[in-house]
């Protein structure tokens, strides 16, 4: 017989905090105590003041159980992307790689500055030309060789390493969770160190395709030189330069905008997606430890304009908008570390936002969480989350630039007085929603608000997030939907207004018929204050899919609060 309390730890992933909407599931733990556990029906959360805290759940991938990815439909490459593992398996801990570095920070002088793509010069842009190619000839079996480096994005993106036991049926994705950041920051500060040395210069960074200003929103002209290196066949024929990203990039239905609307629109997004994603939660996503199941879900810049930057570039004669338009193949284009560069750069941003915003470091399950990775001198190197915290122990920083989106705050497009007589009518006609329901066509749904009118010192403390419950997601198709909030759902507002709150998007991820759970967060405490609807007990919910109708659930929304 298992006591409460120890049962309940090992339901920590089913709290309240992260999987409560979860529909029924088959949880199976073994070990040498117990030989059997299994639990079926309705699931009573348990409250987190149960579980033990003296029991790590830190996420550790069980590195030499490397198997098989999961492909989408009609995949162009092999699902197998395991490194070479040496034999007796072994690996040096990362405070041992710093110690033995080939060169170390003793003062600012040796700190790496990455600059902003568009700034760089010739000579740069040739030390880059140059590393890359030698990647690119390196033996097929050397584990810096620049295919076998974007494997590593492959395996440890789409389920290639099982969790430690006795979890091991459930695998390891570093997506849709606070592992996003952290395990991304580690892979391009590899890629990094490993193209510097082959180079012959330790001080080389890599640029950051800083798309979320002006002079960025649009792809570095040196990345689509034919003869060059950094050249890929595979991305959209239409998005080379001077055409101007779309952060809110839409696969089936692109907008058609000027140069002026189109840099708007971006940066009101990009305000939504970093200033308004004020908490942990928000941001960063959700927490995601040993023995819950994967992707519980994402932080809002993962979402867009990662994921939807992503989908942008990818060609649109592949099955699955290889290479950039997938996860599996995402790492062969070698723009996507520049890409990436950037997301980390965003990382570093937030947390310095508003004085200083809080991440997860108080937790110790996100802060031993593990990765592997081979370095420039071809050893194994186990990571913890924990050693990344700082990109001036890592060695480097970024070049500063402008941040446009910072203040931008869209207004309401409609009069409150508009709002108001439109609100009002949908009040009166609509009937209670019934979840879940499949997401096939635009609806709007009444939420009822906890609190209401509250405090400057509550809104300080307290973010309100609208939370929606995501379930029987088809991982292996493209999927899309916008979130209004109080808006006219016969004429919808667009990204620079204040009703548009933001977007759900899910890239091909996995095999046909793997669906899975996750949750959408937004926060709307600035939201409800711009439309003036802060003394409402009700706000107006419409979810517009705009790619993939019909191959999403949605399982619950309702409004939490959240600490800042």
Known sequence: MITKPYFSYYLTSFNNQSHQSHYPWRFSWRNTFINSLEFEGNVNYPSSSNYSNDVSRAISPDFTKCGPVDLPPNAITSPYCCPTLATPFKFIDFKDYIINATYKYKNNSSIRVRRAAHLVDDEFIAKLEKGIAIMKSLPNDDPRNFIQQAKVHCAYCNGGYPQKHPFQDQKIDVHRSWLFFPFHRFYIYFFERILGTLIGDPSFALPYWNWDSIQGMQIP?????????LYHKLRHYKHMPPHLVDLNYDILSPKIRTQDQQISYNLAFMYKQMVLANTKELFMGSPYRLGDPAQPGPGSVELAPHNTIHDWLGAVDTPNHEDMGTFYTAAR????????SNVDRLWELWTKLEGGRRDYRDDPNWLDSKFFFYDENLNLV????????DTKLLGYVYEEVDLPWLNVNPKPRRTKMQREAKKSSILASKPITKFPFVLDSKVSIIVKRPRKLRSKEEKEQEEEVLVIEVTELQSYENVKFD???DDDEDMLSDENHAEFVGTFVSLPHGNHGHKSNTRFMVGISKVLENLEAEEDDHIVVTLVPMIGKGDVTIGR???????K
Do not use: E, G
Request: hydrophobic residues 35%; charged residues 15%; contains cysteine.
């Open 221 to 229: 002209s040196y990345f689509t030189t034919p003869n060059s290196s």
């Open 333 to 340: 284009d070698p723009i996507f570390y520049a890409h990436h």
């Open 382 to 389: 186990r990571v913890k989350v924990r050693d990344c915290l």
């Open 483 to 485: 979130v209004h909030i």
């Open 557 to 563: 929304i309702n409004i939490q609060f959240m600490s």
